[in-house]
């Protein structure tokens, strides 16, 4: 039989830590937001939904 052991941690960041993970998060909403916007606009235009068809190519 295989025993499994877990263990478990905690952040307790300062504030100024506390801070820069907030802004950190509200940055990703921000770019995630702005990405699923576009693929939708594109969605409803009928053209190809995928963001990365927009890259230029390297």
Do not use: D
């Amino acid at each position: 039989m295989q025993r499994h052991q877990a263990f478990k941690y905690e952040l307790m960041p300062n504030g100024e830590t506390q801070r820069q993970l907030r802004r950190f998060a509200g940055s990703c909403r921000f770019v995630y937001n702005k990405a699923l916007a576009l693929q939708q606009a594109n969605h409803e235009a009928g053209e190809n939904s995928s963001v990365t068809s927009q890259w230029p190519s390297i």
